[in-house]
């Protein structure tokens, strides 16, 4: 698995790198085997390109996903094309880093593909992370209340934590889901 760091934020690409080398390293502590991955830094060029394309774009994830896919058809051209080979990518994360990210939501949204981050600190990239494996929020969209499932008070997929612990289920939850992409890798 490969994952593509849009670093645009005013932090050093070696930190973000180890938020998500911890990342793997506590998914390592619920999970019996965790996916290969390779972490590769955008070049200049495309951290520029991305920095372009959101001053244009009323929806940067929105965007993003029509230049993959126009991408993809045209078998990658461009600065993407420096970074993925078209067989890689639905195997591949990217994770787009501003604060001045046009998107849907204050901190970040993600699909699974791609996770963009505007409140770029530790949990919350790993909140955002773990939504490109699947983990849904454990909270209810329209009032920010936590769902049954989470018995945890500062599970990181509740609204608004910072904290760096799954409750139970999304701890299952989570190893459920790195099991079928190490499976089909
Ligand atoms: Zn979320
Ligand atoms: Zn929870």
């Avoid at 029509?66 to 970074?83: R, S, T, W």
């Amino acid at each position: 698995m490969k994952i593509l760091i849009i670093n645009n934020s005013n932090k050093y690409d070696i930190e973000i790198e180890s938020i998500l080398n911890d990342y793997f390293v506590y998914l390592n502590n619920f999970c019996a085997i965790i996916p290969r991955y390779e972490i590769m830094m955008a070049s200049d060029e495309l951290r520029k390109e991305v920095v372009k394309m959101n001053a244009e774009s009323q929806n940067i994830t929105q965007t993003f996903i029509e230049y993959f896919q126009n991408n993809a058809y045209l078998e990658l051209k461009g600065e993407l094309a420096k970074h993925f080979k078209v067989e890689e990518l639905s195997q591949s994360k990217t994770i787009i880093l501003s604060k001045d990210s046009k998107i849907s939501y204050p901190w970040g949204e993600a699909n699974s593909f791609l996770a963009v981050i505007k409140n770029i600190t530790k949990y919350n990239i790993w909140h955002e992370f773990s939504h490109t494996f699947g983990l849904d929020d454990h909270y209810y969209q329209e009032n920010k209340k936590e769902k049954s499932i989470c018995t945890l008070e500062n599970c990181i997929m509740r609204y608004g934590k910072s904290s760096l612990e799954f409750c139970e289920s999304g701890k299952l939850e989570l190893r459920r889901l790195v099991n079928e992409i190490v499976n089909i890798a």
